[in-house]
């Protein structure tokens, strides 16, 4: 019996490794290449999203200036993969150097806001990501550090060791465009950031931040530091999002402040309440949900036009209406959650009852 389970698990990791291996290929030839971009896009979305759970869903610290670290990754790599200052280090250097960026000024908001719960953090967190954006916006002057409001182009692509996924590859036979090299290496990336937090979720510091978010005060008589505790929660959810920025940004070839606003933020964490707080597949569930149902719902201007005639409302407009709808249906109905934890799953059942 044993052996049988431990093959359908080898079964079910093998199918699924062949599906995603594959899917770039369907998706392009389905629905175009641009949605195969939008699939890249979800990848770092999830990483961002698996980052902020650790803040908002492990240990219950209500972040709403994640963009932040986002931007700090960003403009890491584009300064210094740019002809910008004239730069052009390789990846190993700016990735972790991004990364160490964004967790440096994770404890640096985490430092003030130890004292802070509920709305009081979140309007803390919320001013720290404006601040970044506005510093951002404004830092052209009197020396031209991120060219303001224009951003920065001609960012370089990553460069693994002479191989650069920034034009078309042969591999094996195959052409692969920028984007499907694109996808794999945030496909590498987000297997990393999972395996990450799963060994996080299930040691003594994971059990840590649940401790806290339940009960601080409880956990701090259980000999847990939670200032120590909490600050590394800001630091290795700042970690994850200054590491998707830099990606980001040797993706996009461009960089500007308008690309980190508070919506963005929001977003991110909409996708961990979709998706079910503290649930690692729920949260990759909310992550692709977030991301590609907006995008579909571009084409209700074509169904609008199919149905009517003519088109009443703009598709811009009356996607991000049906969304906010779809959000607010969610909440009354599964407020949990899609797939949330097992143990987020029985508080709400026992304030139910």
């Not at 250097?93 to 806001?113: C, D, Q, R, S």
């Not at 407009?317 to 607010?328: E, N």
């Amino acid at each position: 019996m044993l052996n049988l389970l431990k093959s359908k698990a080898w079964l079910t990791a093998v199918l699924l490794l062949l599906g995603l291996i594959l899917l770039p290929f369907v998706v392009e030839a389905s629905l175009g290449k641009s949605w195969l971009r939008i699939l890249d896009f979800a990848l770092l979305y999830i990483m961002l999203a698996l980052g902020l759970n650790i803040v908002v869903g492990y240990a219950g610290l209500l972040d709403l200036g994640y963009v932040a670290f986002y931007a700090v990754g960003a403009y890491c790599w584009a300064l210094l993969a740019s002809p910008h200052f004239g730069l052009n280090l390789p990846f190993w250097v700016i990735l972790p150097a991004g990364a160490a960026i964004a967790a440096l000024f994770g404890v640096l908001l985490g430092t003030p806001t130890l004292r802070l719960r509920g709305d009081y953090l979140a309007i803390v967190t919320l001013g720290f990501g404006e601040i970044i954006r506005i510093f951002l916006n404004n830092l052209n002057a009197p020396v031209n550090i991120t060219n303001g409001p224009q951003g920065i182009t001609l960012i370089e692509p990553m460069n693994l060791f002479g191989f650069s996924l920034g034009k078309k590859q042969e591999i094996l036979g195959l052409t692969l465009s920028s984007p499907h090299l694109y996808y794999y290496l945030f496909l590498v990336f987000v297997a990393l950031v999972v395996f990450v937090c799963m060994r996080l979720e299930n040691s003594r510091i994971g059990r840590a931040w649940v401790a806290i978010r339940e009960d601080e005060m409880a956990a701090a008589a259980a000999g847990i530091n939670t200032r120590n505790i909490k600050l590394l929660a800001f630091a290795m959810g700042a970690t994850f999002g200054g590491l998707s920025g830099g990606l980001f940004a040797s993706f996009q070839g461009f960089v500007s402040p308008e690309s980190f606003n508070l919506m963005e933020s929001i977003m991110i964490l909409s996708m961990i309440v979709l998706g079910g707080m503290g649930n690692i597949y729920g949260v990759i569930l909310g992550a692709l949900l977030v991301t590609v149902i907006p995008e579909a719902l571009r084409y209700t201007g074509e169904l609008q036009r199919a149905l009517f005639g003519e088109v009443f409302i703009d598709p811009a407009d009356l996607r991000m209406l049906l969304f906010g709808i779809a959000l607010v249906l969610m909440m009354l109905l599964r407020p949990a959650g899609l797939l949330p934890s097992k143990q987020r799953r029985q508080e709400l059942a026992e304030d139910a009852g």
